[in-house]
């Protein structure tokens, strides 16, 4: 079933003349009350309820991107739209795009009243992928691990919750734009509830070299 749901999102973005706006109703993220500071205040980190039609000419796709609200991560579902500047045109980097520019969108009015932000940076892009990345793998314009921490944990968890990118379960596997090596990265519980404690550097990830065949005598 994940399989079909990662297959209709890469379609949807790769045809982007045959994506339409798609109709939800209203999505609302889970409330998270937090204590903050010495004399306590609470956020709601709940979202106002999306129009009902969606937006209106808007070409994209459904995904829960991960903002910070009261110090730690929560999902919040939106209609992201397809890039209209394609640095990539490989349909797992094109999503990885769509995802970065929602993070980068500054959260609204009443989403800043409920306690929301974003730390990921202006202008961080998806990078074409190099030869002898494996599957999945997704190149950002700067090395992940020179990233903010916070930064980094609404990425990886973002990337994690996507179907097009993140084909089940397990870590997500991020680059930089150089030759190094890219390296994986887990959403994990840890994380969600912690942003700046993600691991500065994840394990690296290779591809395994092609088994040799048969010698023929």
């Given at each position: 079933m994940k399989t079909r749901r990662r297959a209709a999102v890469l379609l949807a973005v790769s045809a982007v003349a045959s994506v339409s706006a798609l109709c939800g109703c209203g999505i609302r993220a889970t409330a998270v009350p937090v204590d903050v500071g010495a004399a306590p205040s609470r956020v709601s980190c709940d979202t106002p309820a999306q129009p009902t039609g969606g937006v209106s000419g808007v070409q994209g796709f459904r995904a829960t991107i991960a903002l910070v609200c009261g110090s730690q991560l929560v999902g919040v579902e939106r209609l992201v739209p397809v890039p209209e500047k394609r640095p990539v045109r490989e349909p797992v980097g094109l999503v990885a795009q769509a995802l970065l520019e929602a993070l980068q969108k500054s959260p609204s009015e009443e989403e800043r009243d409920a306690g929301f932000t974003t730390g990921v940076p202006e202008g961080l892009t998806a990078v074409s992928p190099r030869?002898?990345?494996?599957?999945?793998?997704?190149?950002?314009?700067?090395?992940?691990?020179?990233?903010?921490?916070?930064?980094?944990?609404?990425?990886?968890?973002?990337?994690s919750d996507s179907d097009a990118v993140s084909a089940g379960p397990g870590p997500v596997?991020?680059?930089?734009?150089?030759?190094?090596?890219?390296?994986?990265?887990?959403?994990?519980?840890?994380?969600?509830?912690?942003?700046?404690?993600?691991?500065?550097?994840?394990?690296?990830?290779?591809t395994p070299s092609p088994t040799p065949g048969p010698s023929r005598s």
């Open positions: 030869p002898g990345d494996p599957a999945g793998a997704v190149r950002l314009s700067r090395k992940p691990e020179d990233l903010p921490p916070v930064a980094l944990s609404q990425i990886v968890c973002t990337l596997v991020l680059g930089g734009p150089d030759a190094d090596p890219p390296r994986a990265w887990e959403c994990t519980d840890a994380v969600r509830s912690r942003p700046e404690s993600v691991p500065t550097l994840g394990d690296v990830v290779r």
